[in-house]
């Protein structure tokens, strides 16, 4: 296969990662990152009880790994998202805001307004 120019300016690892079509080939490790510990743990969540302690666990797991994903600590996250909830708060109607993402972005405006 001939070099085009654009293909010698790309960094590396591409050419390495690409087929002999120049497709880049999909990389999963992000994703597989993430649920190593879960997989790790299996046994210790057959301990949970139930299975409505397993499905609690399946949310917690799916919060903790989804605040990982937009680079929140999840121990401060959960702490403030139960701490809203039974302190009331946040409304019933306003638990969309306590998503990570959504969380995160009024953390960084709160954060942006203390800066000003």
């Known amino acids: 296969m001939v070099e085009t120019r654009l293909q010698r300016s790309l960094p590396h ?66 702490t403030d998202v139960i701490e809203r909830i039974v302190s009331g708060r946040t409304k019933i109607n306003q638990l969309h805001m306590l998503l990570p993402w959504n969380w995160k972005a009024e953390r960084d405006s709160s954060l942006a307004k203390l800066a000003a």
């Open 13 to 78: 690892p591409l050419h390495r990662s690409s087929d002999a079509y120049g497709r880049i080939e999909i990389d999963s490790n992000t994703v597989e990152r993430s649920i190593k510990p879960i997989g790790l743990g299996k046994k210790n969540y057959l301990l949970a009880g139930s299975e409505g302690g397993v499905e609690k666990w399946a949310i917690l797991a799916s919060f903790i790994n989804t605040a990982k994903l937009q680079d929140i600590d999840p121990r401060h996250y959960l």
